[in-house]
């Protein structure tokens, strides 16, 4: 083989949620002009959230059968192949290729996936856009204290049930004086911003950050907010989105590599946060082509259950030459 392309179609059968760094809510991006010739913009699954499942998917097995043996990986192997960083790689000017060869044949994951600046990977995957453009939707909920279920109170001892009343009383007041600080701390930035005397606004401030520190610490162990307040955006569920990935100078380890890591993917199909309040779920299916554009067959993922593998006559012989 010389080539391998995976034409992907991902369904969102719950909403799926993607939180980049420096980017505030699930990520968007241009794509096309509307009728007035403004920019249109689409959520989308970025490619490194998919190809990053798929590589821990096939790095997960070998790491078993290694500890199984006796022989658990060092946290440099764990790293190199788990997450592709290779921290002498960029250190080093030189590339001997003669040990670039070698490295490549030891290391299969390496090989296909790629490490550091020295080894690059074989594997693209494309970002996985949707068929029609949609706009990320806003998720909100709270999570609820003791008190929302009685049940659980009369359950307590009568002086846990008095420490649960007056932590709540005290994390109000506490809450109260936060309002406060923060309020008084915009106007402390914005009489600076003025060139304005701002003595007084800050000895207020002090005084409501003491305040509002003897609260927290009247909490005791538990800091944060009992009743909590979330939000969230994400891809809508019932969404269809397409992508393509490329193998090149793809061999039959690669294949049954890939196949491995779609079963695994198939059996737990999650991909992003918020996965503990439903988010995530997806299904699909990846029609693998040779080079010169012949289905070789069809894996199908999704429902918490095994792949399914359809091959077509010419992928069959592909796996017995494989074989």
Not at 34 to 57: E, F, H, M, Q
Not at 192 to 200: H, L, N, P, R
Request: proline share 4%; with cysteine.
């Amino acid at each position: 083989m010389t080539k391998i392309i995976i034409n992907a179609t991902l369904t969102t059968v719950q909403p799926v949620s993607i939180k980049l760094p420096e980017q505030s809510g699930h990520p968007k991006m241009t794509r096309g002009v509307d009728s007035d010739g403004r920019p249109k913009k689409t959520a989308y699954i970025p490619a490194t959230t998919v190809r990053g499942k798929l590589r821990r998917l096939a790095v997960q097995p070998l790491m078993q059968q290694a500890a199984a043996a006796g022989k658990p990986w060092t946290l440099h192997q764990v790293y190199e192949a788990m997450l592709g960083q290779d921290a002498s790689s960029e250190t080093s000017e030189d590339i001997d290729l003669v040990a670039l060869k070698k490295r490549r044949a030891d290391n299969h994951l390496v090989d296909l996936f790629g490490a550091g600046l020295g080894v690059k990977s074989r594997l693209s995957v494309g970002h996985f856009v949707p068929v029609v453009d949609v706009e990320p939707e806003a998720f909100a909920g709270v999570r609820k204290d003791l008190d929302s279920d009685i049940d659980v109170l009369d359950a307590m001892a009568d002086s846990e049930v008095s420490r649960f009343v007056n932590r709540n009383a005290t994390n109000s007041k506490r809450a109260a004086a936060e309002a406060v600080v923060k309020k008084l701390a915009s106007q402390v930035r914005k009489a600076e911003k003025a060139v304005q005397d701002a003595t007084e606004i800050k000895a207020a401030l002090a005084l409501a950050e003491a305040q509002r520190n003897e609260l927290l610490a009247a909490m005791g162990e538990m800091k944060n907010s009992t009743k909590t307040l979330f939000s969230y955006e994400a891809m809508p569920s019932g969404i269809e989105l397409k992508s393509r990935m490329i193998i090149d100078k793809a061999t039959a380890k690669d294949l049954s590599t890939l196949l491995g890591a779609l079963d695994l993917f198939s059996r737990t199909p999650v991909l992003g946060a918020q996965t503990a309040r439903g988010c995530g779920e997806v299904c699909g299916n990846f029609q693998l082509l040779d080079g010169e554009g012949a289905v070789l067959g069809v894996v199908s993922v999704g429902g918490y259950a095994p792949s399914q593998v359809n091959w077509t006559p010419a992928g069959e012989a592909l796996m017995r030459e494989s074989a």
